[in-house]
């Protein structure tokens, strides 16, 4: 997907979209660093822009906060994956594919349940395919595609088969 072949009301979808991936594994980031704001804070920016309350260049700063704060966390993490998710989420303003990194990181915590890993990511990429709007789905579809790596597409695949 170009930014060219995307319209300014889809992208702000995405944004919305992003938004919601990244709100439902919050809980991961907030309970191991409880003060700080940062990634929620991207959140509401990334909302903020949606309605025009903010310039692009303002969700840009909360991404790198948002990034920054991921930093911070135990690589391979789920609290840095819920920031990481957070921070994508709200860059979707700059460029509408970090919509779609938002929703990767979500999919990361489900599959790092190893015992539960294809139940929870088939739920979670359910969701994620029910909420975002049925006319940005194959754009989804093509950068999971194009970009999932090849361990998280074979627990999709186990998934979608169950």
């Not at 319209?7 to 191991?32: G, H, I, N, S, Y």
């Not at 088939?122 to 909420?131: D, G, I, R, V």
């Amino acid at each position: 997907m170009k930014n060219a072949m995307i319209t300014k009301e889809e992208q702000k979808a995405l944004a919305l979209w992003a938004a919601d991936c990244a709100e439902r594994v919050l809980p991961f980031f907030e309970e191991a660093y409880p003060r700080d704001k940062c990634p929620r804070d991207a959140i509401k920016s990334a909302r903020l822009w949606v309605r025009g309350k903010i310039k692009c260049g303002e969700a840009r700063k909360a991404a790198l906060a948002a990034h920054a704060s991921a930093k911070k966390c135990h690589h391979f993490s789920a609290p840095q994956f819920a920031a990481r998710a957070a921070g994508q989420a709200v860059a979707t303003a700059h460029v509408p594919q970090h919509a779609f990194g938002a929703a990767y990181y979500t999919l990361k915590i489900a599959a790092a349940d190893s015992a539960n890993a294809n139940v929870k990511v088939a739920k979670e990429l359910n969701w994620q395919t029910q909420h975002l709007p049925k006319n940005l789905r194959k754009e989804w579809l093509d950068w999971q595609n194009k970009k999932l790596p090849k361990s998280l597409k074979l627990i999709i695949k186990a998934a979608k088969k169950n």
